[in-house]
């Protein structure tokens, strides 16, 4: 959350540019970061596997989404953290940068 709150602005709230991956990295460690994009996969087959009229609820982000914009989501997240991964992790002194779209 960069923006506002999940309860107020649903996914608006966030801010998926690929530099927050690499202050993950630098907090968490790049395994964790990789375990988090294996979930995401894993998170993905398993829309994947709903019937086509079904939807994905998200109480956190407050939202709804159909079966195909689920699946956009987790494509775009998963894209994030394969960028992000590809950035490395920023030095504590340059967490509160905030670096263009890449």
Request: net charge negative; glycine share 8%; with cysteine.
């Amino acid at each position: 959350m960069v923006n506002c709150v999940p309860g107020c602005c649903g996914l608006d709230a966030y801010d998926f540019d690929p530099i927050y991956v690499s202050h993950a990295i630098a907090k968490h460690g790049k395994e964790w970061v990789e375990q988090t994009l294996a979930e995401l996969q894993q998170i993905k087959v398993e829309i994947d596997t709903l019937p086509d009229d079904w939807g994905v609820d998200s109480s956190e982000m407050n939202a709804c989404w159909s079966k195909k914009e689920a699946q956009d989501l987790f494509d775009l997240l998963a894209g994030v953290v394969t960028q992000g991964l590809g950035v490395g992790a920023v030095r504590p002194d340059q967490s509160h940068q905030r670096h263009g779209p890449a």
